[in-house]
């Protein structure tokens, strides 16, 4: 079917679809299917729809995509020289424009594909989990705009921290669930969609917000999201006449990496940097079980969770720990099992910074390029900085967010730390104390 009744672009142009092979979900060692019983009926639904709609482009389903993430995402998002930070570095520093895109962060890509998917499948309810609130307050306006009803499933803690994008999601309609369990973050949201996604599979999809979970997710969320590479790669060579030398974006789950480094992946000239949260140290506290940061892919171990096999931050019993960062969106335990199977064959590089240089980086960016980041974006930033002699002569950054739901955090977290670069926080002592 074409929601809302509209011709798609290849019923207009005559395409000829064919099916795709969704593969057997294993990234090397890593990927998946690790669900209770009463989850694959709902996943080997989800994969047929996979193979027909999103490879198989089946009546026309990538085109109507396309022409949504166009018309409604405002696609493409722009590659821009960062004029003062490549003369700051002396050397090209070109920013992938992904906070320009609607909802103001890449997660739009995935949503929308999503929630047009569910609606070819014929599902009536959308269920998702957010951290940060960026997914879900994208899978909000998706939803929105495609006439779907939506509860989105968040932390308390993360409810605390994300005000302004919780509000958004209720503004388009959709019901926020406080998940009290745990430390009232991603991993608990994640858990309890997926408890919801296995009592409701008839008529709900659960669209998840990164590139982690079971086989199809880890795949088909790479897909919607490697637009980002498609346009930078092609971008690249239109604008500068050849492709970077380093490609830098900041890994929470991974959706964000996937989708900047996917076409990529083949240009072996191309350094690909995951830039993880340090948090405020890389040390587990294993009496504690927590671990002061978000580095999987630097620090953490093969396990399980949330159905796939990946990199995780664990204690020596296999207990997953509990992760932090300065930023919600980065503040998960694991990360997408494509990801960890790129970094063991050595084809991505995985990099940290602390919140201390990720905050530096927010404010570098919003005072020399008048570009205020998210606070995961602001950890690409950080380690721009403290690396860019080592980069090549150019460098694509993704601007994965803009920083607009993070101010609160943003003014409470400068006032509290010695950023050398903040701006004068007197004035808000005031509000603070
Ligand atoms: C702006 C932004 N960047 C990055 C991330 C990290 O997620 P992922 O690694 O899946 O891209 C988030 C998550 O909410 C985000 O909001």
Redesign the pocket.
Known sequence: MSSEGERSDAETTGGDPGRGDAGDGKFGRYGGQYVPEALMPAIGELTDAYERYVLGNEDGFMDEFRRRIREFGGRPTPLQRADRLSRRYDTEVYLKRE?LLHGG???LNNALGQVLLAKYMGKERIIAE??????GTATAMAAAHLDMPCEVYMGERDINRQRPNVFRMKINGSAVVPVTTGRGTLKEAISETMRDWATNVEDTHYVI????GPHPFPRMVRDFQSVISEEARRQSLERIGRLPDSVIA????????M?TFHNFVDDGGVDLLAVEAGGSSLAVDEAEGVAPNSASLSTGSEGVLHGARTKLLQDGDGQIVESHSV????DYAGV?PELAHLVDEGRVTPVNVDDDTALEGFHRLSQEEGIIP?L??AHAFGYLHEHHEELGEVTVVNV??RGDKDLDTAIEETAQRDVPNAPDMSMFEGELR
């Open positions: 906070d962060a890449h997660k957010t951290g940060a609130g960026q997914h917000g990164s590139v982690v900041c890994a929470g789950g991974g959706s964000n990496t989708g930023s919600s969106g980065l997408g998210a995961e974006t994965s967010g």
